[in-house]
Structure formats: C-alpha cells, structure tokens
C-alpha cells in the first residue's frame, strides 16, 4: 500500500520556468491537500480539493495553480516559477472532512527556483 | 483565527531523559489538536490526536500529550527519549472543515 506518492522528488528551476507536481494516493480519499513548508514557519495550505472536479483556495495560493481531473491525482503547477516559491511541497490526503480527522502525507517535493 | 505557537525550536536531550515538547494553541471553538512527527525526507506521520473524548491522549511510539484548557496549552510528553526519536515534531490545530494550521515546529535531538 503505497499511501500518498509525490514526483518528482527534486527539482531546480530557473526563475520563469513552469512546473506541474504529481500527487497520486491509493487509498480512495476524497480529500487532498497541497502544502509548502519553509524553515520556521511550519506547514502553509496552498489549495486543496473536496473531490474530484473540485478546488479551492487555502492560505498562500499566489502564484500556483491545482486540477484534480481524477480523484486518485492532485497537481499543483507553477505557471512562472519565482525564488519566493523555493520550498519544499507536500501533497495530503484524508478519508473524511469532519474536524478532527488526521491527513496522510507524502514525502514532500523540495523545489528550488534560481 | 486559529493558530499554534510551539515553544522552542530545538530540543536537545539525553537518551533515557525525559521529553517534553510545548504547544500553545490560539482557537475561538473547541479545536482539535494533533502531534505529527517528521523524520529526515520523510513526510509527517500522525503521532496522536485530541478530539474532545480524554484531555490525556496516548500516541504512538510512547509519546502522549495532555490537552489544558486553561493554559491552552498541549504539550507532548515521552518519558525515556531513545535515540530513534530525533526527528522534527509539529504541532497543528484545527477548528474548521479543511483548514488545518501547523506550528514552526520543534526538532529533537537525543545524545547518546
């Protein structure tokens, strides 16, 4: 059972380059989740997804852009990548939207934009 | 808005000592509240969780965290630290449907 995937695990880009960042999970969660994470600041939501077709919204959303066509797969992209956007990324799951429900995570994306 | 301010971001301890990593929580509701650790290239593992049903929540790996109401406050406590237990711990609050807020986090290391 290989729960929450990410690819790539590592990438560089040059500031103004695109990307898109796989997120596939196996478990039929309806929930998923893009997160950053920056020294000192914790985890920040990105956007996330109620179900397939559905995005919305978190915290930190400028500048990326989210599509879940299937409900196994949750991609983030970035259409023109800024050094600002130098994080490491995890993509989450969860089987239930009531409060109180823990997430499953992946291994994170670490990206750096020079 | 909900918010959690962890106390220290870095730990140091003797293996066999015992660990305590603080929380504070800031929540308008009753929230929920949870433990994730985070070992090196990994992602974050659930630890423990409070919902409500005991202020005394038992985890995994032998680590528990005591929800205080009037302190706002839940700490995660191990008694004896092993060496396996270096890793980096967060702390995250939640009070509302998909809106799940992390602290900066705390990282443990354990001497031999």
């Known amino acids: 059972n290989a729960g929450v995937t990410q690819t790539p695990k590592f990438r560089v880009l040059k500031t103004g380059q695109s990307m898109t960042l796989l997120c596939a999970q196996d478990?039929?969660?309806?929930?998923m989740y893009w997160y950053r994470q920056d020294p000192g600041m914790g985890l920040r939501l990105i956007h996330y997804?109620?179900?397939?077709?559905?995005?919305a919204k978190g915290e930190v959303p400028d500048g990326y852009n989210v599509s879940r066509l299937k409900k196994q797969n949750f991609l983030l992209g970035l259409e023109s990548a800024a050094p600002s956007q130098t994080s490491v990324y995890f993509c989450a799951s969860s089987y239930d939207d009531r409060v109180g429900h823990g997430y499953t995570f992946g291994s994170g994306t670490r990206l750096t934009v020079v | 808005a909900q918010s959690v301010t962890q106390l220290g971001s870095h730990v140091s301890v003797s293996e066999g000592a015992l660990v305590l990593l603080r929380c504070n929580y800031s929540s308008s509701v009753p929230p929920y509240l949870f433990w994730y650790v985070q070992y090196p290239n990994q992602g974050l593992q659930l630890l423990l969780k409070?919902?409500?049903?005991?202020?005394l929540v038992k985890g995994i790996n032998g680590f528990e965290a005591e929800f205080k109401k009037s302190e706002t406050s839940f700490h995660l406590t191990k008694p004896s630290a092993h060496m396996s237990d270096a890793a980096e711990y967060f702390c995250a609050v939640s009070d509302r449907k998909f809106d799940m807020r992390f602290g900066a986090g705390t990282r443990l290391t354990v001497k031999p």
């Open positions: 478990m039929n969660h309806e929930y």
């Open positions: 997804s109620v179900g397939e077709g559905t995005t």
């Open positions: 409070y919902t409500s049903a005991a202020t």
